[in-house]
């Protein structure tokens, strides 16, 4: 039974002053795992203050030592691995691929920002003026439960690299998470207050930070709807903001594509981490004359994907992360056969021989139009919209009729075709004939998916302001 009563303050585990307590279950199997003890905003104060004392010495810090620092990090969180593979699966039910893939990531990051940073001109010439590339400030870091250990890693690793000091709030839906995670960390022996974490209310802690005139800079992944709320209570403070929010990522299947080949991959991208990823390509786009075939290959995957024990490595789907994510899920199944949606797939309820935990199957709709709920809402779960079109224009303007731009796939068995399509989607990321993003290209959104970029020089550059000192040779 875990029990988490502590926030990582200064260099050190110590008790939280706030008393609200959650129970932490097991998605899987409804039962209760553990209890986390949430701080309050004189915590998030002290954590901020913690930040700014170490802020100094770090802003002064080498690239050189940067980049030890980044290596150290690595080393420490690369130690524990396995261990934040295993909260991944105990606490929100990431089935055993996806979660060593996250856990992986969680040390990789640390790696490609230390190459990135290796490689970076702080100082530029341009004109008659020296550009410097100053480190913003602390920062506060915001975290998701979906996604918790590489994000909390991949915002640090740009954090130190740019030689700000952060406070770390992750989702206090993830304290399992957060818990190993922040153990690593503190394993890497880093300086006093250059990373401080704690368990929070954005109500309070997440507040604290958005507002305290002491935190220069948030970078925040998650819902629009809550980003949209810390943009606001930043700009009394003008704080600087970078954004990752929510998506409803558009797969586009040209007509020269295979689609026996193609779809698996399709999937894929809409179902992974059981739906819960904002970067899920849950509208599919399939040329009308290939409409039947397509739906005849995606019910054929479908059935063969087994939904069930997310430590079983035979497993495609597991639980959602709650009963809150299971209803949600629900509803948007009603919602999509209420608007005359066709279901090919699934359905409501969970898949037939499991009685407990928040399974859900994973659940295909045709027929639908852009105008349906279940095309135009973040849906967070396995539910993936077929939508028909025409020609390669009426695809285009089908994936950007949206009011998010996070990511979005094209699949075509012509690499020139499908780079034109690429070039006019509204995404921030678009990826072609693959599914694996590129680490260490800028990751973000265009419109309500967000603002600013993460990963490698570009995630850094987000914490660095420049400064221009332009100087006459002699006083006039």
Partial sequence: MWSIDHAYIDGAFVPVQGSERLEIANPATEQTIGRVTLANREDAKRA??????????????????RIEMLRQLEAAVLARTDQIRDATIEEYGGPLARAQWVSNYASQCFATTAQALRDYAFERRLGEATVVMEP??????????NAAAGSICSKL?????????????PSELGPLQAQVVTEALHDAGLAAGVFNVLLGRGSDVGDEISTSPDIAKISFTGSTQ????????????????????????????????????????????AFMNNGQACVAGTRLLVPHEHMAEAIEHLQAAVAAMRVGDPRDPA?????????????????????????????????????????????????????????????????????????????DDEAIAIANDSAYGLQAYVFSSQPERALRVASQLRAGTVLVNRIVPELSAPFGGVKQSGIGREFGVFGMEAFLEPKTIAAANKLA
């Fill in 136 to 145: 913003v400030g602390v920062a506060g870091l915001i975290a998701p439960w």
């Fill in 315 to 391: 497993t495609a789907i597991g639980p959602l992360a709650s009963k809150a994510q299971f209803e949600r899920v629900q509803h948007f199944i009603r919602r999509g056969l209420a608007q005359g949606a066709m279901l090919v797939a699934g359905g409501e309820g969970r898949p037939n021989g499991i009685g407990k935990g928040w399974f859900v199957q994973p659940t295909v709709f045709a027929g639908v139009h852009n105008h349906m709920d279940i095309a135009r809402q973040e849906i967070f779960g396995p539910v993936l919209s077929v939508i028909g079109y025409g020609d």
């Fill in 157 to 169: 690793a740009s954090a130190v690299a740019a030689g700000c000091a952060s406070v770390i709030k």
């Fill in 226 to 269: 809550t980003g949209k709320l810390i943009a606001r209570a930043g700009v009394d403070t003008m704080k600087r903001v970078s954004l990752a929010l929510s998506g409803k990522s558009a797969t586009v299947v040209l007509d020269d594509a295979d689609l026996a080949a193609v779809l698996p991959m399709a999937l894929n991208a």
């Fill in 48 to 65: 901020i203050a913690a930040a700014n004392r170490a802020q100094p010495a770090l802003a002064a810090s080498t690239k050189a030592q």
